[in-house]
């Protein structure tokens, strides 16, 4: 009796087991898998603006998680300022201005298919240039001995960078899925090493040619620049 008593226990605990366990598997056969996001081929214009300049770049969605831009930015600035102090000998102003002239083409992969997340790689054709005219702002006195400004010289040059500039990144935005407006925005860098500096003197200034290395040493963080931009894309 006892035995019978044991072998109904266990039958009865077996039964509730595999009624559990046939619950559990229907819970997960009747779990929905979320879709992926609708995903739209083709081509995608955009524009930007940020640290490379003003841009406009057309794109290729290749498939789900890679796709190409071929781009154009351009920014020019001007400005001044003085080197030295108003106690100094000699005071140089300059007058520079900055040119941002680059074409790029960019690989980008989205390793999430759900999300917009990327990961760009390429490189850039880089034609940016600073050029830069130097004169002293006043007369200059030596040895009771005092030289104009035209005696003292002046100084006209330019620093110009490696013509291809092999780029890295990450950004966020995916103009393919979803929405055909996107926001987007990139964060990275271009190497575009030392920059070469070129120039001429005149006057008393001539002396100091040799100060081309001083100037390029001092440029020579740029060899690392920066991307930021911020745009907005629009799939065709």
């Not at 605990?13 to 009747?30: E, G, K, P, V």
């Not at 290749?62 to 351009?74: C, F, H, P, Y």
């Not at 030289?147 to 393919?176: H, S, W």
């Amino acid at each position: 009796m006892r035995y019978s008593y044991l072998i109904l226990l266990l039958a009865t605990s077996l039964s509730a087991y595999c009624q559990t366990d046939l619950s559990t598997d229907q819970r997960q056969i009747n779990t929905p898998t979320r879709p992926l996001p609708p995903y739209r081929p083709g081509f995608a214009v955009m524009l930007s603006a940020g640290s490379a300049g003003g841009g406009v770049a057309v794109g290729y969605s290749i498939n789900r998680q890679l796709a190409a831009r071929l781009g154009l930015n351009l920014f020019s600035y001007s400005g001044t300022l003085t080197s030295g102090k108003d106690t100094d000998d000699i005071q140089i102003g300059f007058d520079y201005k900055l040119k941002l002239l680059n074409t790029n083409l960019l690989l980008d992969y989205y390793p999430f298919k759900r999300s917009g997340f990327r990961l760009t790689g390429g490189a850039f054709y880089n034609l940016n240039q600073i050029s830069f005219f130097g004169k002293p702002v006043k007369d200059v006195k030596f040895n009771d001995i005092t030289f104009t400004i035209d005696e003292v010289g002046t100084l006209d040059g330019r620093a110009d960078f490696n013509k291809i500039a092999p780029y890295i990144g990450l950004g966020f935005g995916n103009p393919y899925t979803r929405s055909r407006l996107k926001f987007m925005a990139d964060v990275g860098f271009f190497y575009q090493q030392s920059p070469q500096i070129t120039f001429k003197t005149t006057g008393l200034l001539e002396p100091s040619s040799d100060q081309g290395a001083v100037i390029e040493n001092n440029l020579k963080p740029l060899k690392y620049y920066p991307i930021v931009t911020i745009g907005l894309a629009y799939k065709l």
